[in-house]
């Protein structure tokens, strides 16, 4: 008898899963560096522009609540170093086809984004403001044991991230 668990205080999270696919053939993602091409088509001096074509999915997931209330103390997605860490549970995200039926590999990835948090009876609680919003930094399978039937919990790891682009360069 395997164990199949539950999470203890679910909420609804909604995640903008990045459609590689699309922005693949808009030719706006370069394979060479994995990342999204940003345009030049702004005026000097303006933020680049990066084209971000997004699917809305919606699961439950139990939010560890020592980073949420860290986050209270601001506005969402502007508190410098922020995280969040969701914990879901893999049989749900199968169900809703986030889980490959092949691999068992959870079809979240890195950067997709945190966009908004919901009661379980579909009430919202916060949008997540973007810019600079909170994307996923890591997508892991957790649980109890990893027996015969594999992991049960994906947890996944949200970050604020500054919008554009960082690094050197002349002043």
């Not at 053939?25 to 394979?31: E, K, P, V």
């Not at 103390?73 to 809703?96: D, H, T, Y």
């Not at 966009?115 to 909170?134: C, K, M, Q, R, W």
């Not at 996923?136 to 949200?158: D, H, I, K, M, R």
Request: proline residues 7%.
């Amino acid at each position: 008898m395997s164990y199949r668990g539950r999470l203890i205080f679910p909420k609804l999270i909604e995640v903008a899963r990045l459609d590689t696919a699309a922005i693949t053939t808009a030719g706006d993602y370069d394979h060479t560096f994995g990342e999204i091409r940003s345009s030049n088509r702004n005026r000097p001096g303006q933020p680049r522009s990066v084209p971000r074509q997004e699917t809305l999915v919606r699961f439950k997931a139990q939010i560890e609540t020592d980073s949420f209330q860290r986050l209270a103390m601001g506005p969402m997605g502007a508190v410098p170093g922020s995280r969040i860490v969701c914990v879901a549970f893999a049989p749900e995200l199968e169900e809703l086809g986030l889980l490959s039926a092949e691999t068992r590999q959870c079809l979240l990835k890195n950067t997709d984004r945190l966009h908004a948090v919901y009661e379980v009876d579909e009430s919202l609680i916060v949008t997540v403001a973007n810019p600079p919003g909170f994307f996923a930094t890591q997508v892991q399978p957790t649980g109890f044991g990893f027996g015969s039937g594999g992991y049960n919990l994906v947890e996944l790891t949200f970050e604020g991230r500054p919008h554009g682009t960082t690094g050197g360069g002349a002043p």
